[in-house]
């Protein structure tokens, strides 16, 4: 989606080493949503922020996954001791002024 | 929990309008109906949204009942691009709470 840049594009990594990724919303737009999606499934809500905090992170699957933001702006997902039902496409979206989703590409993930 | 059902897949002849059917039964006053589409390997992507009045942009339109217990999202002239999964979604116009989204209704626009 237009404005919101999620990298890396693709990420294969090993069992057990942690990855990083990261969200560069549209600057001014406070509401950030992080998705996952893994193959042939939908989405999978994972946390969401207003600002620099997170009132909902009831999504994150386990105690090795965090997020954060900073500046209101850039987001990053880490992903502790990853494993292999960890591999999914993580999607980053902003909330616009309308209410609406804007949706970045993606990061894909593959935990061999 | 997606509060809303949609047919799993559906078919529809190019040229064609592909009328995508949502069920939300236990709506509230409050919730609007929301269309998002997910074309292969890309991010979901805003259609339109409504919340009891008829709406139409220039992506589609879409038509909500009168007991707004169901709704109906039309592509008029679908193309091949229109090849998507399309999720109807439910919820507060309410910067606090989530977008959840269900399974969707995968359309397939034929030639």
């Known amino acids: 989606g237009a404005g919101v840049s999620q990298s890396p594009s693709n990420k294969v990594t090993e069992k057990g080493k942690d990855v990083e990724l990261r969200c560069d919303p549209i600057?001014?737009?406070?509401?950030l949503y992080w998705y996952r999606q893994s193959l042939g499934q939908g989405l999978e809500f994972l946390i969401y922020?207003?600002?620099?905090?997170?009132?909902?992170k009831s999504g994150l699957p386990s105690d090795r996954f965090s997020a954060e933001r900073t500046g209101g702006s850039v987001s990053t997902l880490t992903i502790q001791r990853t494993q292999q039902e960890d591999s999914a496409v993580y999607l980053c979206?902003?909330?616009?002024?309308?209410?609406?989703?804007?949706f970045g590409a993606g990061s894909r993930l593959t935990v061999l | 929990d997606a509060k809303t059902t949609q047919p799993p897949s559906m078919d529809c002849a190019e040229g064609r309008a592909a009328n995508l059917p949502c069920n939300h039964s236990?709506?509230?006053?409050?919730?609007?109906v929301y269309w998002y589409r997910q074309i292969h390997s890309q991010g979901p992507q805003y259609i339109i949204h409504?919340?009891?009045n008829n709406e139409t942009n220039e992506m589609a339109s879409l038509i909500i009942t009168e007991d707004r217990k169901s709704s109906t999202l039309i592509l008029p002239h679908a193309t091949l691009r229109d090849t998507a999964v399309y999720y109807c979604?439910?919820?507060?116009?309410?910067?606090?709470?989530?977008?959840?989204f269900g399974p969707g209704t995968r359309l397939s626009v034929l030639p």
């Open positions: 979206a902003q909330r616009s002024g309308a209410n609406v989703l804007t």
């Open positions: 600057s001014g737009h406070t509401a």
């Open positions: 922020f207003q600002g620099n905090s997170a009132p909902d």
């Open positions: 236990t709506i509230s006053g409050n919730e609007y």
């Open positions: 409504g919340l009891k």
């Open positions: 979604i439910v919820r507060v116009d309410n910067y606090g709470q989530n977008f959840v």
